[in-house]
Structure formats: C-alpha cells, structure tokens
C-alpha cells in the first residue's frame, strides 16, 4: 500500500488530541484509511439519547474526492437507508478537498438534528416523515433505544 | 483528335472516371468515418472530441430512426452514458487555464501561518513553494498549492472554499477588462479622433 499522505496522518492526529465534542474516530490498526466512529445524537432531537457507530474509509483519492461514510447502527431517518448510506450532498457532489473527516462527521451529526424528507434516501422512512411528522419521530425515539448505545 | 476535356485536363462530365464516386462519397459522412474520427479522437480532451462525439450520437440517432435497430439504440444509450463520464470530466480546466493562474510570493503572504486548505502544509515551510490565488472575487484570498489544487480544479472547476466557478469567475474577469478597454478607447478616440486619423 502507497504511503499514507501527511494530510490523512495530521487529520488523525488531531482527531485525536483535540476530539469533537460527541464525535469520535479511531483509525483501525491494520489499515490507517478505515475509521471507527461514533456520533452522539443531537439534543432535542429523536436521537437525543443515543450513540450510533458508524465506519468511515478513505479513498486513495481522498482528498480530491469524498470520504466513504456508512451508519453501522439501525436508525430511523429519512436521509438514512436500511443499509446506513447517508444522503448529504458533501459526501456526493458537493464535496471539497478544504473539506475533512471531521467537518464531514460535523455534518452527519447537523443532518441527525434536521432530517430532511423532501431529499430522501429511504422513501418509506420519508413517506411516514411526511404524512405523520409526529408519529414518525416516536419511531425515530423507539428505534434509537432499541438499537444505540446509551449515553453515559 | 483529342477532345476538348483531354486538351484541357478535365473530365468529361457524361463519363465520370471511376474513381469520382468515391472521391464523392468521401464527403459524406458515413458511420463508419464518424466512428473512426470518434475513435482517434476519443480520450483526448480536444473539442474535437466533443464534435466527434456529436456526430457519432445523430448518426445513431438516424440510423434508430431508419430501421428502428436496437443495436443503435443501445449504442446511443451507452454512449450517452459514457458522454455523462466525459461531461464530468469536461467540468475541469484546461491545463493553460492552470498555468496561466495568479502566482502568489510567500513573501507577500502576510499571516505567517497560512497553509494550504487542502495538504493544511504552511505555504512558509514548504521549500519550493508554488502558490496560486483562483479568481473567485474582490476581497477574497483563497490561495492553494498550485499541486494540490490543479488536480482538483481539472475535475471540477469550483473554488475548494467558496465554491465559485473559477471559469465562469475569469471569463467575468476578462469581460470586465474588455468592456474597460473598449470604453477606455471610445473615450480616447472622442477625444483624440484626428491622432488617430493620423496613425490610423
């Protein structure tokens, strides 16, 4: 494998050493492009009690293009498939080199706090947002309890 | 008696030699010229490409037309799909357009820790640094390693920061310089019409 590039290794440095707050990445020991990540629920959001784990993997062409970002554990949102693929525009087409893992992280975090039915990647979870928010939401409550970590 | 045509080295319009027709029919654009012309030119970025592309695309489409074959329409199917790859890709600049970019002095960068967005590498430690600021407005100062961001702008022509397309931003640039000149020398030549009558 080609070396890593400084750029990856000072990101996860500093991942590190100054953490986000609610966010964690740890590199995984057998290939330094493949994280472990955690991202606490937003307060005042359905997923407010929870902590999702999530895999993120760099491309070899990171930083010229997007970081891989999947959610690991079952959830309950529109912009979120049974597969936990993420649909966020900076991981598509919106994406830029002066972006990084933990502006990226940032963003998953800001879309669990606003869910977005009108650009959904799972149409059902979209469909039940639109026709009953409220309803939709205790679900979003339900499955976050069922399958998240809890908050210490 | 030799003829009129032999006398004057022309041809005999009744009796066309043999080869005219094919001398003739080179000028039409067949299928398979438009092929070969999309085939030498295809992978180069030339706007050629691009027309050898174009040509290639009606072609089937005439042909889907006349016999309603499936193979042309997936021929033009697949190669539409292929003309999106290639329509990504001319979302990039050219590798003039990166040349002729704004170069910027380290010396002349006035934060001493200023680094680049995208290797965050301090242009200052950099031994050899080669620093362009893009065209993306007044005010603004996004500059880059010219090594890191030329990559990314030959995929996709927006400004790392602020997502401003760095084409349409220096076509406005230039328009704005042309439209300068131009009112600069309708004012000379308000001015000074009979110098240029005399140097005109």
């Known amino acids: 494998m080609a070396a890593l590039p400084k750029r990856i290794i000072k990101e996860t440095e500093r991942l590190v050493s100054d953490p986000v707050p609610g966010i964690t990445a740890i590199p995984s020991e057998d290939n330094l492009r493949y994280f472990e990540v955690t991202i606490d629920g937003p307060n005042h959001s359905p997923y ?19 970081p891989k970002v999947r959610f690991l554990t079952k959830i309950y949102h529109p912009n979120i498939d049974k597969l936990g693929r993420i649909c966020l525009d900076v991981l598509k087409d919106n994406w830029s080199p ?43 409550k339900e499955w976050t309890l069922k399958y998240a970590t809890k908050k210490d | 008696m030799s003829t009129y045509e032999e006398e004057h080295n022309i041809q005999d319009r009744a009796n066309p030699r043999a080869d005219d027709t094919t001398a003739r029919g ?19 970025d ?108 030959q995929m ?14 220096e076509q406005n640039r230039r328009k704005k310089i042309e439209e300068e000149i131009r009112r600069a020398k309708e004012e000379d030549s308000e001015e000074e019409e009979e110098d240029w009558d005399v140097y005109g």
């Not at chain 1, 959904?120 to 409220?134: F, G, H, I, Q, T």
């Not at chain 2, 910027?104 to 960068?109: A, L, N, T």
Request: net charge negative; hydrophobic share 35%.
């Open chain 2, 46 to 153: 030339t706007p050629s490409n691009a027309y050898a592309m174009e040509a290639l695309t009606s072609a089937l489409h005439h042909l889907s037309d006349a016999d309603g074959s499936r193979l042309a329409q997936t021929l033009m199917e697949s190669l539409q799909d292929s003309g999106d790859i290639d329509g990504k890709r001319s979302k990039g600049v050219s590798q003039e357009y990166l040349d002729t970019l704004e170069r910027v002095k380290v010396s002349s960068i006035s934060e001493d820790d200023a680094f680049c967005p995208i290797c965050t590498n301090k242009f200052k430690d950099d031994k050899y640094p080669l620093v362009v600021r893009l065209p993306c407005g007044h005010g603004v100062n996004h500059i880059y390693d010219l090594e890191c961001v030329g990559p990314w702008l």
């Open chain 2, 156 to 169: 996709n022509s927006t400004c790392p920061l602020c997502r401003t397309n760095v084409l349409e931003a």
């Open chain 1, 98 to 140: 002066a972006l990084q893992i933990r502006t990226i992280l940032l963003s998953i975090q800001a879309l669990l706090g606003a869910p977005n039915p009108d650009d959904p990647l799972a149409n059902d979870v979209a469909d039940d947002w639109k026709k009953d928010e409220k309803r939709a939401i205790e679900i979003a």
């Open chain 2, 26 to 44: 080179r000028q039409h654009a067949t299928l398979s010229n438009i092929i070969d012309t999309f085939l030498t030119t295809s992978g180069s």
């Open chain 1, 48 to 66: 407010a009690d929870g902590v999702f784990n999530l895999e993120l993997y760099l491309p070899d062409d990171y930083p010229m293009c997007a």
